[in-house]
T-cell receptor, first 115, second 114 residues
Framework: EPEVTQTPSHQVTQMGQEVILRCVPI?????FYWYRQILGQKVEFLVSFYNNEISEKSEIFDDQFSVERPDGSNFTLKIRSTKLEDSAMYFC?????????????FGPGTRLTVL | AQSVTQLGSHVSVSEGALVLLRCNYS??????LFWYVQYPNQGLQLLLK??????LVKGINGFEAEFKKSETSFHLTKPSAHMSDAAEYFCAVNPNTGFQKLVFGTGTRLLVSP
């Protein structure tokens, strides 16, 4: 069964460094999302992406964040200059294929630790 | 704006007992509602969803949920808990299409004792 995959599973970085989190959505999906979950808190929406552009973003998604679909398979989240408060689990999700088109399927997450 | 309230950050049951996890939503339009489960150190797995068809929805692992518009609720139940059900459960809502953002509740950790 097709799954959303994410790499790396765990990323440790120094404050101020750039990180790129990678996701491979389910192959025939059209809508892509990033969410994050700070330890002990709820899952929060960051951004949605459709037709090669951002369709919605949250207040969290400021100028330090960007997303890209560089080829037909990958979907990336870049944080330009990481802060301590960016430490969280980041989830990628995709939706909009023939399989339950109205449902978002989540990847296993990338745990980002900013030191 | 849509929101979700999950009552009880922790719920403890004995193995074989009924599981009831509560979710109330707020939405200005008929919503789509979802339950996701997160096992330790894993991602979010879809348990079940309501998308304006049958109000009683059956999901994986013996879970089901009933959409009650009059109570704005979508509580998750399972008749008999199993040790493997121990996990964090998240209720989520989006307005009325599957392609908009999900708004999650704060989650309920289910603890199952022998």
């Amino acid at each position: 069964e097709p799954e959303v995959t994410q790499t790396p599973s765990h990323q440790v970085t120094q404050m101020g460094q750039e990180v790129i989190l990678r996701c491979v959505p389910i192959s025939n999906h059209l809508y892509f999302y990033w969410y994050r979950q700070i330890l002990g808190q709820k899952v929060e929406f960051l951004v949605s992406f459709y037709n090669n552009e951002i369709s919605e973003k949250s207040e969290i998604f400021d100028d330090q964040f960007s997303v890209e679909r560089p080829d037909g398979s990958n979907f990336t989240l870049k944080i330009r200059s990481t802060k301590l408060e960016d430490s969280a689990m980041y989830f990628c999700a995709s939706a909009g294929g023939s399989r339950e088109a109205d449902t978002q399927y989540f990847g296993p997450g990338t745990r980002l630790t900013v030191l | 704006a849509q929101s979700v309230t999950q009552l009880g950050s922790h719920v403890s049951v004995s193995e074989g007992a009924l599981v009831l996890l509560r979710c109330n939503y707020s939405s200005s339009v008929p919503p789509y509602l979802f339950w996701y489960v997160q096992y330790p150190n894993q991602g979010l797995q879809l348990l079940l969803k309501y998308t304006s068809a049958a109000t009683l929805v059956k999901g994986i692992n013996g879970f089901e949920a009933e959409f009650k518009k009059s109570e704005t609720s979508f509580h998750l139940t399972k008749p008999s808990a199993h040790m493997s059900d121990a996990a964090e459960y998240f209720c989520a809502v989006n307005p009325n299409t599957g392609f908009q953002k999900l708004v999650f509740g704060t989650g309920t950790r289910l603890l199952v004792s022998p």
